[in-house]
């Protein structure tokens, strides 16, 4: 099995800065890659960033510029890092990863169970 635990959420002002973090642990043999999504109330959940074991990275244009994606490959555990932030920033953020665990050879979607994150004044 593998677990996502995501940390870091919380209430910030527009115009703040927040920073997710995500670890992954298990029975992990390799990691392909590593992202954030989220879920704004009484919408669909939407990408945000992802970024590859090789430091790929890939942003929604919605966070462009203003979100940063990073990952620690030693420690299994990716970073959001959110700058500017804005009201329609407020969702629920999850982590997702792309791993093949010890008992397979295929490489499997996971997912955290998310980290609320509300920007308002």
């Known amino acids: 099995q593998v677990q996502l635990v995501e940390s870091g959420g919380g209430l910030v002002q527009p115009g703040g800065s927040l920073k997710l973090e995500c670890a992954a642990s298990?029975?992990?043999?390799?990691?392909?890659?590593m992202g954030w999504y989220r879920q704004a109330p009484g919408k669909r959940r939407e990408f945000v960033a992802t970024?590859?074991?090789?430091?790929?990275?890939t942003y929604s244009n919605s966070v462009k510029g203003r979100f940063t994606i990073s990952i620690d490959n030693a420690k299994n555990t990716v970073y959001l890092q959110m700058n500017s932030l804005k009201p329609e920033d407020t969702a629920v953020y999850y982590c997702?990863?792309?791993?093949?665990?010890?008992?397979?050879?295929?490489?499997?979607?996971?997912w955290g169970k998310g980290t609320l994150v509300t920007v308002s004044s």
């Open positions: 997702n990863a792309e791993v093949m665990d010890s008992g397979s050879l295929a490489y499997m979607d996971h």
């Open positions: 298990g029975s992990i043999f390799s990691i392909r890659a």
């Open positions: 970024i590859t074991t090789g430091g790929i990275t």
